[in-house]
């Protein structure tokens, strides 16, 4: 039996509450309770079912172990791709996924299967013009680690920036209040912004660690103070970092690591 945690008054549906709990994602549940896996205060749960938060919820061992076989990918994503569907005529990070571009260095022993790209998506994307680490997961339960409206997991990015008029030593021409700003004070989208911590690494590069991810906000954050962007690459997320993974190849999870 799986312990329940508190939650709202109201009732919601089973594969929400489900996802909640963080035993699975929405596409998981429907999935296992459609195969009689998922059972509600001891009667088998239907798919749609509404529960309330004091409803106990038991499943199946066979579901647990469905989750042992999904697979979360780390890739270095280069300019030019995006981070899902493709668009304009840009390929998406899952069409370079293939034997030939996984990392030689991968200590990983999974074989690589081509069903380990159905249901794969980005667990916090990265724009079209930014490179670094992307996660692509089939396991609902990375991503809303990761990406949850409750996530606090920290993102970490190097970002190279630039002054109009300055040539050389943005960090001396920026203002000490326009970096101030970076770390706490700025708005998007009429929403104020998170603590972040931003530092200089030398005299044209910044390193920014997140704990939001709002549409191209580093580059929008710049801009509120004057810098321009002119290269982003996110080197860490969590507790797992880029390294050495090379530009357009990728790799799997490996078993020891957590975000």
């Known amino acids: 039996?799986?312990?329940?945690?508190?939650?709202?008054?109201?009732?919601?549906?089973?594969?929400?509450?489900?996802?909640?709990?963080?035993?699975?994602?929405?596409?998981?549940?429907?999935?296992?309770?459609?195969?009689?896996?998922?059972?509600?205060?001891?009667?088998?749960?239907?798919?749609?079912?509404?529960?309330?938060?004091?409803?106990?919820?038991?499943?199946?061992?066979?579901?647990?172990?469905?989750?042992?076989?999904?697979?979360?990918?780390?890739?270095?994503?280069?300019?030019?791709?995006?981070?899902?569907?493709?668009?304009?005529?840009?390929?998406?990070?899952?069409?370079?996924?293939a034997p030939r571009s996984r990392w030689a260095g991968d200590a990983s022993r999974r074989r690589f299967s081509p069903a380990h790209l159905a249901h794969l998506a980005p667990a916090g994307r990265l724009d079209i013009d930014s490179t670094g680490l992307l996660i692509l997961t089939q396991d609902g339960r990375i991503a809303r680690h990761i990406i949850g409206a409750e996530s606090r997991v920290e993102k970490e990015y190097l970002v190279r920036v630039a002054l109009p008029g300055v040539t050389q030593d943005v960090r001396a021409a920026l203002p000490p209040s326009a970096l101030q700003k970076l770390r706490h004070g700025l708005a998007l989208d009429g929403q104020p912004l998170a603590p972040a911590r931003v530092d200089w690494q030398n005299g044209e590069q910044l390193r920014f660690v997140l704990v939001e991810g709002k549409k191209r906000q580093i580059r929008r954050m710049?801009?509120?103070?004057?810098?321009?962007?002119?290269?982003?690459?996110?080197?860490?997320?969590?507790?797992?970092?880029?390294?050495?993974?090379?530009?357009?190849?990728?790799?799997?999870?490996?078993?020891?690591?957590?975000?």
Request: proline share 7%; charged share 25%; aromatic share 4%.
């Open 222 to 259: 710049c801009a509120l103070v004057g810098l321009h962007v002119a290269a982003l690459r996110r080197i860490r997320i969590g507790r797992v970092r880029l390294g050495a993974l090379p530009l357009g190849q990728w790799r799997y999870l490996g078993d020891g690591e957590v975000f």
């Open 1 to 97: 039996m799986l312990p329940d945690r508190p939650h709202s008054a109201a009732a919601a549906r089973l594969n929400r509450r489900m996802a909640e709990l963080g035993l699975c994602s929405r596409r998981e549940a429907d999935d296992w309770i459609a195969r009689g896996w998922v059972r509600v205060n001891g009667r088998p749960a239907s798919v749609g079912q509404r529960v309330p938060p004091t409803a106990r919820i038991d499943v199946d061992k066979r579901a647990t172990r469905s989750q042992q076989h999904l697979a979360t990918i780390l890739m270095n994503k280069p300019i030019g791709v995006v981070s899902s569907q493709p668009e304009r005529g840009y390929p998406s990070a899952a069409m370079l996924i």
